[in-house]
């Protein structure tokens, strides 16, 4: 069982950058698939972006050249730097781990973007 902690989420003003944080309880977060995903009010959970043990990128279009993630598997933690925010940015935002079909979720950190 691996646990995900989720921090850094907040309340921002349009334009502005939030950076969050997944800590992994694993000590073996190098094998893992890791990703963002959110959820807004009134809709399905959706990728945000994910990093590959190997380092591939897949994110949705919405993001694209506005967040990145990445890893650092020697604290075993992902992050989502998120910049020029958008009000439909806002949404709950859960970390993700994948491993040999098994997959774990932390459980959400608020991300409001309103002026």
């Known amino acids: 069982q691996v646990q995900l902690v989720e921090s850094g989420g907040g309340l921002v003003q349009p334009g502005g950058s939030l950076r969050l944080s997944c800590a992994a309880s694993?000590?073996?977060?190098?094998?893992?698939?890791m990703a963002w995903y959110r959820q807004a009010p009134g809709k399905q959970r959706e990728l945000v972006e994910q990093i590959t043990r190997d380092g591939q990128l897949n994110y949705a279009d919405s993001v694209k050249g506005r967040f990145t993630i990445s890893r650092d598997d020697a604290k075993n933690t992902v992050y989502l730097q998120m910049n020029s925010l958008k009000p439909e940015d806002t949404a709950i935002y859960y970390c993700n781990a994948a491993f040999l079909g098994a997959v774990y979720w932390g459980q959400g950190t608020q991300v409001t973007v309103s002026s």
């Open positions: 694993t000590n073996n977060s190098r094998l893992y698939n």
